[in-house]
């Protein structure tokens, strides 16, 4: 049995190993990117996204994919008019090869054919999945070639290197500061040790290691010992609250067939770190794992033979993924076996361009996209288009859109209303990104006929968009910043396209999770607008001074309002918190129309829990619907699947609420929090006809801090006006 | 009988320790009552020193270099004290002798007055550690939590706040 210069294996296809980031899942790793090119010009792409008859596959696991006549014909390919030779494959607006069978002419009197290509999904913070785009072109399209092999012989290649990865992702951290990188882990190290259990199957001899990667969350450096199967590996030395690695070398006897067990203690008695990943690499024998097998060999495997059995098709292909932009089926010499088949075949030549190693797919059995529909031709990148207003849309909010459209058409304002998925598509080749709703702006605010001054996001964001919780999946993301104390969520970024914190539009978010609460929210914000009439009555609001004096902020405040509104103050400090409470719930009852709030609160209270998301319900204020501004912290949390923010809870209220909300998704100063909404209320007294959005940027210009910039999110329609015709 | 350490020895059992940066303070929750104790930079130094094999002599000159200010066995003995009080240290041979520990009023008035002094004096604040339904603003360490945001770590974990 020969294993000389093999090194690696990666793998998609162990039982129960999807290959992909699943929130409690196995999978394989390491991969390079399928496509070698990324267009960024969009001229490709845009094309793409405005063809009617395009079908996009969604891939969501690394393998080979097989899409038959009947599925793309069911999608709505038009095959009637297709012929094969002319069918094209992109991703990410570069074209990528395919098998298509048959090779070449008409399509509709070969129903039993099929595609077949290689897929990779992406891997970021916000997308686990790559749209493939399958279109009629006007020429021959790419093909995936076959590699021309001459050896011919057994294998005597036996055993790879093989390595599984444990990601999982549980726990999410907004308190970890990392930039772009995500902030969820896996279990926990601390009082309780972490165990990670990860399959090895089909041992071999030899050597392996294991990498263990963790993020410490608190601040001393301490030790994590590390166990496989109940002996230690060794000590991970983690330097406080950062993310550090260390790979254990590891014998063949260390391992079980089956599941191994990697247990991760801390060796004190308070420090807490989280598992980023775990990955085992272990000697392996070259048996197919399930349907498809990753196979990556060291560069002085290139030429030897390998065998491979374990398969139960002789119809299995082997595709040489050195180069994952160009794959190639290898030449394989396909033998019956007394228990299935066994393939020998010659590990390829290594191009050397890119770094690539001899990496090849075994194919005993092709998987199907995640999904397969008609694209919906779209076209916002035009310079054509124009607008003053755009709401972006989930798809299935779509509709509910109309009563606000209509209303600020009547008062002259040209409203465009766009499907989120149409970004995507235009924008990041389909894949899920905040940046395309970014770009997408960008060349709106700078070739658009008429550049949109207002932006409506029509749907609920997470910070958990690629659904790792089970909550579901964000509806229209939101971007996720740090702060000086934590990642939160930022819409203005959407529109800020010179990074300094002040949106070149007027941003609002309605964040609405399902259709029927889209409808009546929408509903609800349209009707108030048409129905409004002046500003007559304000509710000020003071927490007990602890270290501020909450009630005299609001009296400077107080000071800045649009002049013919009465002021009814609530300070804590005078009434206490229980009765304040009850008087607050009494003047929104009552008809408040303009809410302030200082002082100090969390995601879904204000401090003292005198005004919280339950006592939402108790609101019945459908006919004067206030707009508030909320000068505490993160009552503008929209983006916690685990808890609703008060902010949205009272946009969301459907027997009343607030019309708008205008807090913070993060922990500012109170001194800047009172210059921030004292710049509004000036804003709006100068200018009563002034729209809400349009005060809120111009009072983000007047302050200057980067975290009061991000943070203040604006919840509700940003054309709104602060009131009706006198 | 029970036999117990000549020398201080700081609990570990069901406590969290923070310690915050910027100030120097370390949070301490303890698990068992629910309690947080917000410990100054002294005191906290000498809970990092209750290792069962330091004497308080030893205690004192491991402060005082760390400090770069004279920090002497009384006000060790004195952060033994408030230590003690706080249920944060394990029994230990000493801890009758510290029935006449000077006060803190004693030893302000023994090692003078003023915010940079009056910082060296060890203390300790303890507070009861808030559900996040009573809670107003963030939660400390130990506290329950089921969002990230409630924690004033920004860190929620197995429901816990880091």
């Known amino acids: 049995m020969g294993s000389a210069g ?77 012929s094969s030779q002319n069918l094209q494959l992109y991703a990410d607006g570069v074209q990528q090869p395919m098998i298509v069978d048959p090779p070449a002419g008409p399509l509709s009197p070969t129903p039993s054919g099929a595609i077949e290509f290689y897929g990779m999904p992406d891997d970021t913070p916000s997308s686990g999945s790559r749209t493939y785009w399958l279109i009629i072109g006007d020429g021959p399209g ?76 608190t601040g001393d450096p301490f030790t994590v010992n590390v166990q496989l199967n109940g002996r230690t590996v060794g000590d991970l030395d983690v330097n406080g609250a950062e993310w550090t690695d260390r790979t254990f070398e590891i014998k063949a006897d260390d391992l079980a067939g089956g599941d191994n067990q990697v247990t991760l203690t801390r060796q004190d008695d308070s420090s807490v770190a989280l598992v980023d990943f775990v990955r085992l690499t272990y000697p392996r024998t070259t048996s197919a ?75 005993d059995g092709a998987q199907a996209p995640a999904g397969i529909q008609l694209n919906s031709p779209s076209a916002w990148h035009r310079s054509t288009n124009a607008a003053d207003m755009v709401i972006i849309a989930n798809h299935e909010f779509m509709s509910a859109a109309e009563p606000l459209r209509a209303f600020h058409e009547s008062e002259g304002l040209k409203v465009a209303v766009v499907d989120v998925q149409d970004i995507f598509d235009e924008f990041s080749y389909g894949s899920k990104s905040p940046h395309a709703i970014r770009d997408f702006l960008s060349r709106a605010h700078s070739v658009w ?184 912290c993160l009552n503008g949390v929209f983006q916690e699947p685990l808890l609703e923010g008060l902010g949205e809870a009272l946009i969301r209220a459907p ?53 009061v910039r991000k943070t203040w999110v604006y919840l509700g329609d940003p054309a709104m006006r602060i009131e009706g015709a006198q | 009988m029970v036999q117990h350490d000549s020398n201080p020895r700081a609990r570990r059992e069901k406590l969290l320790v923070r310690e915050m940066m910027a100030s120097g303070e370390t949070v301490v929750y303890d698990l068992a009552n629910d309690t947080a104790h917000c410990l100054n ?51 230990w041979a000493g801890a009758d002798l510290e029935a006449g520990v000077m006060s803190r009023r004693q030893a302000l008035g023994r090692i003078g007055k003023g915010a940079l002094i009056a910082a060296l004096v060890p203390l300790i604040t303890t507070i009861i550690a808030p559900t996040p339904a009573a809670a107003g603003t963030c939660l400390p360490s130990g506290a329950t939590c089921s969002s990230g945001f409630q924690c004033c770590s920004g860190q929620c974990v197995s429901s816990q706040c880091v």
């Open chain 1, 6 to 82: 093999v090194t690696r294996v990666l793998d998609a296809g162990t039982a129960g190993i999807t290959g992909t980031v699943t929130a409690r899942g196995v999978r394989a790793g390491g991969f390079a990117r399928p496509v070698g090119l990324v267009d960024r010009s969009g001229n490709t792409q845009w094309q793409l996204a405005g063809s009617s008859s395009a079908i996009k596959m969604v891939v969501d696991s690394p393998g080979w994919y097989q899409v038959s006549w009947q599925d793309l014909a069911g999608a709505g390919l038009n095959v009637d008019e297709a």
């Open chain 1, 142 to 217: 790419l093909r995936v070639e076959p590699s021309n092999g001459t050896q011919t012989g057994p294998g005597k290649v036996r055993t790879v290197a093989y390595t599984v990865e444990s990601r999982e992702r549980t726990v999410y951290v907004p308190g970890l500061l990392n930039g772009d990188r995500e902030n969820f882990f896996g279990p926990a190290i601390a009082a309780d040790p972490a165990i990670v259990t990860l399959p090895a199957d089909d041992l071999s001899d030899g050597s392996g290691s294991l990498q263990v990667a963790v993020q410490g969350l």
């Open chain 1, 289 to 363: 794992s399930g349907d498809q097998t990753f196979l990556q060999f060291d560069r002085a495997a290139s030429g030897e033979r390998v065998r491979i059995d374990g398969l139960t098709s002789q119809n299995v292909k082997v595709i040489d993924l050195s180069d994952p932009s160009r794959p190639a089926v290898l030449d394989a010499t396909v033998t019956q076996a007394a228990s299935g088949f066994t393939v020998d075949v010659t590990v390829p030549q290594s191009s050397g361009t890119g770094g690539e190693v001899p990496t090849m797919l075994v194919v």
């Open chain 1, 449 to 632: 006929s008429t550049a949109p001054r207002y932006v409506l996001l029509l749907g609920d964001a997470s910070y958990d968009p690629r659904d790792y919780l089970g909550y579901g999946e964000d509806l229209v993301p939101t971007r996720l910043v740090d702060t000086d104390e934590l990642e939160t969520a930022s819409d203005d970024w959407f529109a800020d396209f010179n990074g300094d914190g002040v949106p070149e539009m007027a941003v609002g978010r309605i964040p609405v999770d399902s259709a029927e609460e889209a409808v009546a929210t929408v509903q609800k914000i349209a009707d108030h607008e048409a129905s409004q009439g002046p500003l007559a009555s304000t509710l000020m609001v003071a927490d007990a001074a602890k270290g501020d004096n909450f009630a005299a902020m609001n009296q400077r405040i107080e000071g800045h309002l649009p002049t013919g509104t009465s002021v009814e103050n609530v300070n804590v400090d005078d009434v206490g918190a229980a009765a304040a409470h009850t008087m607050v719930i009494d003047a929104l009852n009552g008809g408040a129309q303009l809410v302030n709030y200082s002082g100090h609160g969390t995601v879904d209270r204000w401090r003292g829990d005198v005004l919280t998301t339950t006592d939402v319900a108790q609101l019945h204020n459908q006919g004067n619907l206030p707009v508030f501004t909320m000068m505490n």
């Open chain 1, 655 to 707: 027997e009343g609420g607030a019309a708008a909300v205008w807090a913070s998704t993060g922990t500012t100063s109170s001194s800047l929090q009172e210059e921030l909404v004292r710049a509004f209320y000036s804003e709006l007294r100068n200018d009563p006809s002034l729209r809400l959005g349009d005060a809120a940027r111009r009072a983000k210009a007047a302050v200057n801090d980067s975290n």
């Open chain 2, 41 to 91: 930079r002294s005191v906290a130094l000498v809970f990092r020193h209750c290792d069962g094999s330091s004497s308080v002599a030893e205690i004192a000159r491991s402060v005082t270099m760390e400090l770069d200010e004279p920090f002497g066995e009384e006000l060790v003995r004195l952060a033994l004290d408030e230590l003690g009080e706080a249920s944060l240290l394990e029994e």
